[in-house]
Protein backbone atom coordinates (compact mmCIF):
# COMPACT_ATOMS: atom_id res chain seq x y z
CA UNK A 1 0.00 0.00 0.00
CA UNK A 2 1.18 3.41 -1.32
CA UNK A 3 1.85 6.18 1.34
CA UNK A 4 -0.20 8.59 -1.23
CA UNK A 5 -3.47 6.16 -0.75
CA UNK A 6 -3.49 6.78 2.67
CA UNK A 7 -2.54 10.69 3.05
CA UNK A 8 -5.68 10.72 0.22
CA UNK A 9 -8.37 9.21 2.20
CA UNK A 10 -11.97 10.80 2.08
CA UNK A 11 -13.26 11.89 5.74
CA UNK A 12 -17.14 11.14 6.55
CA UNK A 13 -18.49 14.04 7.48
CA UNK A 14 -19.83 14.03 11.21
CA UNK A 15 -23.19 14.97 10.26
CA UNK A 16 -25.85 14.47 7.53
CA UNK A 17 -29.11 15.98 5.96
CA UNK A 18 -32.23 13.69 6.42
CA UNK A 19 -35.38 14.16 5.01
CA UNK A 20 -38.59 13.95 7.41
CA UNK A 21 -42.08 13.25 6.40
CA UNK A 22 -45.28 13.72 8.53
CA UNK A 23 -47.27 10.86 9.63
CA UNK A 24 -50.32 12.96 9.51
CA UNK A 25 -50.38 14.70 6.21
CA UNK A 26 -47.00 13.96 4.11
CA UNK A 27 -45.33 17.07 4.55
CA UNK A 28 -41.73 17.15 4.18
CA UNK A 29 -38.94 18.75 6.02
CA UNK A 30 -35.33 18.88 6.02
CA UNK A 31 -33.08 18.04 9.44
CA UNK A 32 -29.77 17.84 10.28
CA UNK A 33 -28.80 14.86 12.58
CA UNK A 34 -25.64 13.49 13.53
CA UNK A 35 -24.45 10.48 11.50
CA UNK A 36 -24.03 7.77 14.09
CA UNK A 37 -27.30 8.69 15.85
CA UNK A 38 -30.46 6.97 15.32
CA UNK A 39 -33.21 7.59 13.25
CA UNK A 40 -35.15 11.12 14.07
CA UNK A 41 -38.46 11.49 15.53
CA UNK A 42 -39.64 14.66 16.36
CA UNK A 43 -42.86 17.03 16.95
CA UNK A 44 -43.51 20.02 14.54
CA UNK A 45 -46.64 22.33 12.99
CA UNK A 46 -47.82 20.88 10.17
CA UNK A 47 -49.02 23.33 7.90
CA UNK A 48 -51.39 21.08 5.81
CA UNK A 49 -53.18 20.45 9.22
CA UNK A 50 -52.78 23.42 11.18
CA UNK A 51 -51.85 21.31 14.34
CA UNK A 52 -48.75 19.59 15.86
CA UNK A 53 -47.59 16.52 14.03
CA UNK A 54 -45.20 14.02 14.63
CA UNK A 55 -42.00 13.67 11.38
CA UNK A 56 -40.17 10.72 10.71
CA UNK A 57 -36.67 10.40 9.25
CA UNK A 58 -37.39 8.96 5.41
CA UNK A 59 -34.12 8.97 3.91
CA UNK A 60 -30.34 10.36 3.71
CA UNK A 61 -30.33 13.03 1.49
CA UNK A 62 -26.25 13.90 1.53
CA UNK A 63 -23.33 14.50 3.93
CA UNK A 64 -22.43 17.71 5.28
CA UNK A 65 -18.48 18.64 4.95
CA UNK A 66 -17.10 21.43 6.76
CA UNK A 67 -14.54 23.32 4.59
Not at 11 to 34: T, Y
Amino acid sequence: MFLTNILLKKVKSKHILVLAESVVSGHKLVRIRDRLADKVEFISFDPYVQHKSLYKERRKLCSLYNS
